[in-house]
Antibody
Framework: QGQLVESGGGVVQPGRSLRLSCAAS????????MHWVRQAPGKGLEWVAL????????YHADSVKGRFAISRDNSKNTLYLQMSGLRSEDTGVYYC??????????????WGQGSLVTVSS | EIVLTQSPGTLSLSPGERVTLSCRAS???????LNWYQQKPGQAPRLLVY???SRATGVPDRFSGSGSGTDFTLTISRLEPKDSAVYYC?????????FGQGTRLEIK
């Protein structure tokens, strides 16, 4: 089991930008597809974006497409989420998660502790 | 987008009881890509079951998953107070990845 530690959250005004980071340790970061998942206060889980291990594949949820960009730096074992044009509905805890593939299944087997983003004027 | 609907929304049970949580998909989901997570207040989700019926490492055998197609269940036998949490199903088979809205389980 590895460790994922998010950082970069905080309070930001609507329309502004913020970059989240997720530092990975204890596993071969460059061999895993990584994801961001968010959770609005008191609400359920919403998948946000994924990036493949070699950065060749990136997908974003429609709700953030064109505003958020996922990236990674395998030399630094770090995952990023660049968020721009932030809206109040982007408020929530943002988790990074590791995708595991096993016996034909895919799932998130490791999660960070989360980073709180609050969009408010 | 595959919509996952979980039921019931909330339930309150006593220690030692057995509970079955339901997850219904708007389209057929390969059982290989239906997962269950447990989330306690202030914590990140924790994987319980993957591939519809395989328990994750360290998960007690009181937790079991089953189902296929559009109907999946998570059963918890012999409830313990520490099972109080919100339980989410997730499908990983079709983009975008989606989660159910969650079932909140309270152990009285």
């Amino acid at each position: 089991q590895g460790q994922l530690v998010e950082s970069g959250g905080g309070v930001v005004q609507p329309g502004r930008s913020l970059r989240l980071s997720c530092a990975a340790s204890g596993f071969a970061f460059n061999t895993y597809t990584m994801h961001w998942v968010r959770q609005a206060p008191g609400k359920g889980l919403e998948w946000v974006a994924l990036v493949s291990s070699d950065v060749s594949i990136k997908y974003h949820a429609d709700s953030v497409k064109g505003r958020f960009a996922i990236s990674r730096d395998n030399s630094k074992n770090t995952l990023y989420l660049q968020m721009s044009g932030l809206r109040s509905e982007d408020t929530g805890v943002y988790y990074c998660a590791r995708e595991q593939n096993l016996r034909g299944s895919a799932f998130f087997d490791d999660w960070g502790q989360g980073s709180l983003v609050t969009v408010s004027s | 987008e595959i919509v996952l609907t979980q039921s019931p929304g909330t339930l309150s049970l006593s220690p030692g009881e057995r509970v079955t949580l339901s997850c219904r998909a708007s389209q057929s989901v390969s059982g290989s890509y239906l997962n269950w997570y447990q989330q306690k207040p202030g914590q990140a989700p924790r994987l319980l079951v993957y591939g519809a019926s395989s328990r994750a490492t360290g998960v007690p055998d009181r937790f079991s998953g089953s189902g296929s197609g559009t109907d999946f269940t998570l059963t918890i036998s012999r409830l313990e107070p520490k099972d109080s949490a919100v339980y989410y199903c997730q499908q990983f088979g079709r983009s975008p990845i989606t989660f159910g809205q969650g079932t909140r389980l309270e152990i009285k």
